[in-house]
């Protein structure tokens, strides 16, 4: 099973716009964890994020895509296809 990372924070203007987004996208295959950069740093810092929003696609626990910043909700879904 895929396994979806956000990292995000709460004070992220650009993060609250990409979880809007995730809203209308089906990720009924996808295992969605979202991550708080300030409360799970050590999380953040294994991934090596550097910007927010990041999404972090995994498969078999292996990292196959990342996008880092804000998107549309068609480079969102073409992200998790």
């Known amino acids: 099973m895929k396994q979806l990372l956000k990292f995000s924070a709460v004070w992220c203007g650009a993060c609250k716009t990409l979880s ?3 809203e209308d996208v089906d990720f009924s295959d996808i295992e969605i ?3 708080d950069v300030d409360k ?3 999380i953040a810092e ?3 994020i550097r910007s ?3 999404l972090i696609l995994l498969e078999d626990g292996k ?3 990342r996008k ?3 998107m ?3 480079e969102l879904n073409q992200f998790v296809s």
Do not use: A, C, F, S
């Open 20 to 22: 809007n987004l995730m």
């Open 33 to 35: 964890h979202n991550i």
């Open 40 to 42: 799970q740093d050590r």
């Open 46 to 48: 294994m991934y090596n």
């Open 52 to 54: 927010l929003p990041t």
């Open 63 to 65: 990292e196959i895509k």
């Open 68 to 70: 880092v910043g804000t």
């Open 72 to 74: 549309t909700l068609e």
